[in-house]
């Protein structure tokens, strides 16, 4: 079996469009345009040209974009203070901080004074409170944009065997809520779960979430499961960059019903995802129906 391959670039771009109609709706009938403040502080090369992308499809999107970039010795107190104007400017919906910040800067802390409302993100423990327990909230992207690509590719998710290897707060922990809320039988494995190998291959749904570049192998996939590497991991070979995800992609691809690739999947997704965030945050913030087929 080949695997079909998710083409996550452009199942975006659909989103995108979606989101910059709506965009277009809002303003002539409401007046509103929503906007995205982006705050990055330091200067890492990765970082940069990532929230310059961020930028660029915002104002794609008809949406506004402010970008706040912070010396990389900012205070506490200084980064607090921008999160409060940007808490009480009504022209801001949505306020993203880029992850990971300096290590002077408490990054629990940060987020949780960004107003819950406005959490594009959805990291702030009041969005996670809500997504554990089914209430509405913002959803984070990167979970999100992989549950748009499952469900447009399986249709319903109820009763599937899921494994999502990895269990961060930005992507393993939120991954496997969304599952379970599409009835999934969720497992969170990772690096210490025993027998992993024996683990995924239970999997009709494989979500690699680990950070390391192809960590798991083909035979670890079983026949026709679905395939979703999180994973951008940029590694060095033949004295290339390059960027590989957490599965071993030609090795998968040979025996998954489904896998999406890196890049051109779930990346993509991932800024989709956020401006559909910043476009809910708009609507929520301002007693408009929210737009169908971009939430959770
Ligand atoms: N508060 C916060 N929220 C984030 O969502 C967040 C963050 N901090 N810090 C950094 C990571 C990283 N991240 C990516 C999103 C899209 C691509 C993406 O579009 N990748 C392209 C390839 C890009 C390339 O060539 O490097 C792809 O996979 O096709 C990559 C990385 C969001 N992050
Ligand atoms: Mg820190």
Redesign the pocket.
């Known amino acids: 079996m080949t695997a079909k391959v998710i083409d996550?670039?452009a199942f975006?771009a659909e989103v995108r469009a979606q989101v910059a109609r709506h965009v277009t709706r809002l303003k002539q009938e409401n007046g509103l345009t929503p906007g995205l403040a982006v705050v990055l502080v330091g200067e890492d090369p990765?970082?940069e040209?990532?929230v310059r992308?961020?930028g660029k499809q915002t104002v794609e999107c008809g949406m506004t974009s402010f970008e706040h970039k912070l010396e990389a010795d900012t205070s506490e107190g200084d980064l607090l203070d921008l999160i409060a104007r940007l808490n009480a400017d009504s022209a801001v919906h949505g306020i993203?901080?880029?992850?990971?910040l300096p290590g002077h800067l408490n990054s629990d802390l940060v987020?949780n004074s960004i107003d819950p409302a406005k959490d594009v993100?959805g990291?702030h423990i009041s969005n996670v409170g809500l997504l554990g327990t089914g209430q509405k909230s913002m959803v984070?992207?990167?979970p999100l944009g992989c549950l748009m690509m499952l469900r447009d590719h399986h249709g319903s998710l109820s009763g599937l065997n899921a494994v999502v290897v990895g269990r961060s707060n930005?992507v393993g922990k939120p991954m496997a809520q969304l599952l379970l809320g599409d009835s999934c039988t969720v497992t969170i494995a990772h690096s210490r779960t025993k027998d992993l190998a024996e683990v995924c291959r239970r999997a009709d749904i494989l979500v690699a979430a680990v950070g390391r570049a192809e960590m798991i192998p083909g035979d670890w996939v079983k026949p026709g499961a679905t395939v979703i590497d999180v994973g951008?991991n940029?590694v060095e070979r033949d004295g290339k960059t390059r960027?590989l995800g957490d599965v071993a992609y030609d090795g998968a691809a040979a025996v998954a019903g489904a896998i999406t690739?890196?890049?051109?999947?779930?990346?993509?997704?991932?800024?989709a995802c956020?401006l559909a965030n910043t476009l809910t945050a708009c609507c929520r913030a301002n007693g408009l129906p929210e737009p169908e087929g971009l939430t959770a």
């Open positions: 996550g670039k975006a990765a970082s040209v990532y992308n961020k993203l901080v880029q992850l990971p987020i993100d990291f984070p992207c990167t930005i951008i940029r960027l690739p890196v890049p051109g999947g779930v990346g993509p997704m991932t800024i956020l």
